[in-house]
């Protein structure tokens, strides 16, 4: 899974060709995620997101 972008130590990473609904996963040290695209929601987590990390992603 190509990372497509880094922010403050979160990767963003997509399958170019993935189920739908269209998404992306987040990474962090303390978690990973699914969100969707449209409209923005976390689809699945696994650990614990910080209270700023889904503001620093949507961005």
Do not use: C, W, Y
Request: zero cysteines; proline letters at 7%.
């Amino acid at each position: 899974m190509p990372t497509i972008a880094q922010i403050d130590g979160i990767r963003i990473m997509m399958f170019q060709r993935d189920h739908d609904p269209a998404h992306f996963h987040a990474f962090d040290a303390d978690f990973e995620a699914k969100l969707s695209i449209d409209p923005f929601a976390v689809m699945e987590l696994r650990g614990r997101l910080r209270a700023r990390d889904p503001l620093l992603i949507r961005n």
